[in-house]
C-alpha cells in the first residue's frame, strides 16, 4: 500500500469529443486499503478480473451523472451502474469515514450498503453531507474543474442518464516529483 497519497489523472471524452482531464489526489495515508484499489484500477496494473475483463478504468464511462449532485462511474464491467470489480475481489469493506462529503470534487466510493465498496466511485459537484457515513471518502479533484462541469452538464434529473457518452479515454498514475 502506498506510504504517500498517490496522484492519478482520467482523460475525459464527451460524446466522443476530448472534454479534459482529470487529476485527483488519492488520500493513501488515511484510507490506504480504498485509495490502492482505486489507483491500481487506473493504472490497469491487475491485469484481468475474476469477471473476466481488465481490472482497469481505460475505456470504462460516467455511467451516473446528476447536476448538482455527483458524477458516477467505474462499472468496468457492465458501464450500467450493477456491476464493477475491486482489486480484492468482488466487494471490500468501508474503511472508515474519517472525510467528510463537505464540498465540490470529492472522490468517493459508491455502493450498494454498507462493505459493498467495489470499483464504482462517484465525484461531488456540491457538499452532500447526507452521504456522510455511508461513503467512504478517499481523494479529491486537484485539477480539472472545468472537466467536471462539462461532465455534470450532460446529466439528467432524476436518475442522471447522461445525453451523450463520458468516456474515461485514458487513465493512471501521475509520478510526482518532490
Known amino acids: 500500500m502506498a506510504a504517500r497519497n498517490a496522484k492519478v489523472f482520467m482523460d475525459i471524452a464527451i460524446g466522443n469529443k476530448p472534454a479534459g482531464r482529470l487529476v485527483m489526489k488519492l488520500f493513501s495515508k488515511d484510507v490506504p486499503k480504498t485509495a490502492e484499489n482505486f489507483r491500481a484500477l487506473c493504472t490497469g496494473e491487475r491485469g484481468v478480473g475474476k469477471s473476466g475483463v481488465p481490472l482497469h478504468f481505460k475505456n470504462s464511462t460516467f455511467h451516473r451523472i446528476i447536476p448538482g449532485f455527483m458524477c458516477q462511474g467505474g462499472d468496468f464491467t457492465h458501464g450500467t451502474g450493477i ?39 462517484f465525484i461531488t459537484t456540491v457538499p452532500t453531507p447526507h452521504l456522510d ?34 468516456v474515461i479515454t485514458d487513465c493512471g498514475e501521475i509520478e510526482d516529483v518532490e
Open 133 to 166: 457515513g455511508r461513503h467512504v471518502v478517499f481523494g479529491e479533484l486537484v485539477e480539472g474543474v472545468n472537466t467536471l462541469r462539462s461532465m455534470e452538464s450532460v446529466g439528467s434529473m432524476p436518475h442522471g442518464e447522461t445525453q451523450a457518452p463520458v
Open 83 to 121: 456491476g464493477g470489480e475491486s482489486i480484492y475481489g468482488a466487494r471490500f469493506p468501508d474503511e472508515n469515514f474519517k472525510f467528510k462529503h463537505d464540498k465540490p470534487g470529492l472522490l468517493s466510493m459508491a455502493n450498494a450498503g454498507p462493505n459493498t465498496n467495489g470499483s464504482q466511485f
